[in-house]
DNA sequence: GTCAATTGTTTCATAGCCGTATCATAATGG
DNA sequence: CCATTATGATACGGCTATGAAACAATTGAC
């Protein structure tokens, strides 16, 4: 099942979430950073920073600062991989679980809105 | 019609839209910013600081640093209103319809990718 | 054991955003 | 007129993100 959606929708769509994400003032991530997010919970494991920052385009700073910022709100958690320990593994956490769970829930409401 | 869509499959349209966007290297929006420009382009005009400001629930600097940010990559403009000069009148450019075109096209092309 | 390669982090200098408070300009009302 | 109100912009101090470069820790090859 394909999902139809017609390119102003889209926009309305996008327009909703931020606006209601923008009011909301909680849990503010960067672009960067949602997809960073986005990329431990949808895709499978296990998630290191280098594999993460060659799969964004970026430089490993800029993973290794954005876990330093959903570390700090317990979205993810990070561990020594003990096979090798100079990797980092990144892990899920509940909270970034339950985050996401309603950001999906949100995006699925404004959807059902969204004018015909 | 409404738009069909579970939670996984928004997450997962936010996850393919975030990544092509981060990947890009080009425009690169705050959240605010994002949706400041959305407003413009969505909603029927004259936009105000003012408006946009009450509309997002944050303060005007936020506003006018956001259409500084996006007047000088040429997405919006800003005009003295004349009939009352301490009011500014935002306005569309070409520009920034055909990148907002653009953002419209790439989320449904990512939403026609979505696994079933 | 030693040296090179790999991984993630930190440092550095720069740039941007934020909210509060203040400012300059313009309209309004007595 | 002059005081008051309204609008948008700016100054300020603080915080955060950025890329490049240097760094420490670990592994592997010889």
Redesign the pocket.
């Known amino acids: 099942m394909s999902v139809r959606l017609r390119p102003i929708q889209a926009l309305k769509l996008w327009h909703e979430v931020g606006l209601t994400m923008v009011r909301r003032?909680g849990v503010d991530?960067?672009?960067?950073?949602m997809v960073v997010l986005l990329t431990i919970y949808l895709e499978p494991p296990p998630h290191?920073?280098?594999?993460l920052?060659q799969k964004l385009g970026?430089?490993?700073?800029?993973?290794?600062?954005?876990?330093?910022?959903m570390g700090?709100l317990d979205l993810v958690s990070?561990r020594?991989?003990?096979?090798?320990?100079?990797?980092?593994?990144i892990q899920r956490t509940v909270r970034g679980a339950l985050f996401l769970e309603e950001f999906g829930d949100l995006i699925v409401e404004s959807a059902q809105v969204l004018a015909p």
Request: avoid cysteine.
């Open positions: 003032h991530l960067t672009s960067r950073q290191t920073v280098r594999g920052a970026v430089t490993k700073p800029v993973i290794t600062r954005a876990l330093d910022a700090d990070r020594r991989d003990p096979a090798d320990r100079r990797n980092v593994i």
